[in-house]
Structures are given as C-alpha cells and as structure tokens.
C-alpha cells in the first residue's frame, strides 16, 4: 500500500456516481471510490465499452459496478435513468459531476449551438444530475456532492478562445456554492474539485510556471475527491479544492 492510499478514508457501504466515468478523470475517480470501498455507479454516454471495462475493474475490488448510459442535456432522461440506477444499487451517498464540453473557437466564431452545447454540458448537466440525486443524497444522511471544475473556474480573465466553456464551469462553481448553503441543513456537502494542467492535458503552460514543478495525475484529483467523499470533511461544504500544484491560484 502507497503513502497516498493508506491516507484514503474508507468508504465501504456507500454507493457513489461518477458522470462521465468511462475515460480518464472520471475512469480515475471510479476506480479510486471503489477501491475506497464503494460500489460505483458508472455513468456514460457513448463510451459503452469503455464503461463495462471499469465495471470489470471495480468489481475486481470486490465491489459492486453499474453502467447506466443517458444524456445529461436531456432533464427527463436524467431524472428517470440515474434514479433507476440509483433504486438498482441500493440508494446513493456521493455523486461526482465530472463533465464538461469544450469548443476552442473563438468568442466572434461561437455560434447559438456552440453556446447551447457547452452550457448543457456543463453547468446544466451538474444542475440535472444535482437535482435527480438529491433525494437519495439527502436519505444518506452523509450525502456528498463533488463537482469537477478547472483551476481557473474563479478566474476573471478573458479567455477569448474558450469563452463558453469556462462560462460553464464558472456558472458551475456559483452553483456549487448555492446548493451547499441550500444543502446543509439536508446533511449534504456540496464541494468543488478543480484541477490545474494533468500529465495528459492536450494543452499545457511551461513547466517552470507551475510552482510544484510537475504536472498533475489523476491520483493527485483523486485524492481530493476520496477526501471530501469521507467522514472527515463532513463539515466541508461550498468551497474549491484546487488540485494545481501552486498554479492558477
């Protein structure tokens, strides 16, 4: 057992949803809750091959793995499969809303449905999901809420080439911080987890601009995750954790 594993708090008998749990980040996230201990529900929306490869994974943990495939963009598909998902595990204590579409175009070149795509993919995807598992959160009696953000998701910079997108995530972290005031007194903790430049970001700064001196692993945003998922931040809520090694903040 590694340093950062042995640190991980146990979330044996909880039920986690990861959104976008097929590839990379939430692929990560999955594997590390069960590991953790929990059974993990593994949402994705065309990746289905890769969503069944983590559920092989998950149960090799001795965990119990579901796929479940519904558009995020879509409120009635959200509410009636993830409840479904839900009723099938057995209820839900932690959800992690792990998505977000980019368009790297241009703020003079984003057209009505680039602006549409993003913002659905997004702060509503976050909202539609949110509001699906609140019942099951708030039954949990811990239940935990985990958006995936950026580093800069606070950022007031002009970002000329990916304006819809970091309006999402910007709109997302303002969500975040209204359910967790809305939440509290349900006994769940809404957070933020907001990671810097990964290992395999398609776009990265110089290594020198970044104070730790290396980019981020999916364990480092992992770590994060499992931290507010436990018993020990049950009296963390609406704040950001950022996962950037000293940059962007």
């Given at each position: 057992?590694?340093?950062?594993?042995?640190?991980?708090?146990?979330?044996?008998?909880?039920?986690?949803?990861?959104?976008?749990?097929?590839?990379?980040?939430?692929?990560?996230?999955?594997?590390?809750?069960?590991?953790?201990?929990?059974?993990?529900?593994?949402?994705?929306?065309?990746?289905?091959?890769?969503?069944?490869?983590?559920?092989?994974?998950?149960?090799?943990?001795?965990?119990?793995?579901?796929?479940?495939?519904?558009?995020?963009?879509?409120?009635?598909?959200?509410?009636?499969?993830?409840?479904?998902?839900?009723?099938?595990?057995?209820?839900?204590?932690?959800?992690?809303?792990?998505?977000?579409?980019i368009v790297w175009k241009h703020l003079?070149?984003?057209?009505?449905?680039?602006?549409?795509?993003?913002?659905?993919?997004?702060?509503?995807?976050t909202l539609y999901a949110s509001q699906?598992?609140?019942?099951?959160?708030?039954?949990?009696?811990?239940?935990?809420?985990?958006?995936?953000?950026?580093?800069?998701?606070?950022?007031?910079?002009?970002?000329?080439?990916?304006?819809?997108?970091?309006?999402?995530?910007?709109?997302?972290?303002?969500?975040?911080?209204?359910?967790?005031?809305?939440?509290?007194?349900?006994?769940?903790?809404?957070?933020?987890?907001?990671?810097?430049?990964?290992?395999?970001?398609?776009?990265?700064?110089?290594?020198?601009?970044?104070?730790?001196?290396?980019?981020?692993?999916?364990?480092?945003?992992?770590?994060?995750?499992?931290?507010?998922?436990?018993?020990?931040a049950a009296y963390v809520t609406g704040?950001?954790?950022?996962?950037?090694?000293?940059?962007?903040?």
């Open positions: 057992m590694t340093q950062q594993s042995s640190i991980r708090p146990d979330l044996g008998g909880r039920v986690a949803l990861v959104t976008g749990a097929a590839l990379r980040t939430g692929r990560a996230l999955a594997l590390a809750l069960a590991e953790a201990g929990a059974d993990v529900i593994v949402h994705y929306h065309r990746s289905r091959d890769e969503a069944f490869e983590v559920v092989a994974q998950i149960e090799k943990h001795g965990r119990r793995g579901y796929a479940v495939s519904f558009d995020l963009a879509d409120p009635t598909a959200v509410e009636a499969s993830l409840r479904g998902a839900v009723d099938t595990a057995g209820g839900l204590d932690i959800l992690v809303n792990n998505v977000g579409t003079d070149e984003l057209t009505p449905e680039h602006w549409k795509m993003c913002l659905e993919g997004t702060l509503l995807a699906a598992a609140l019942p099951a959160l708030r039954a949990s009696g811990r239940g935990r809420i985990i958006n995936i953000l950026d580093a800069d998701a606070d950022s007031t910079e002009p970002v000329p080439f990916a304006t819809a997108y970091k309006i999402g995530k910007r709109g997302t972290l303002t969500l975040t911080k209204t359910m967790a005031a809305v939440e509290a007194e349900h006994g769940v903790t809404v957070n933020a987890v907001s990671p810097g430049t990964l290992e395999d970001s398609p776009k990265k700064p110089r290594l020198d601009k970044i104070p730790a001196g290396r980019y981020g692993t999916y364990d480092d945003v992992a770590n994060a995750v499992l931290h507010l998922s436990g018993d020990g704040t950001q954790i950022k996962v950037s090694g000293g940059y962007l903040i």
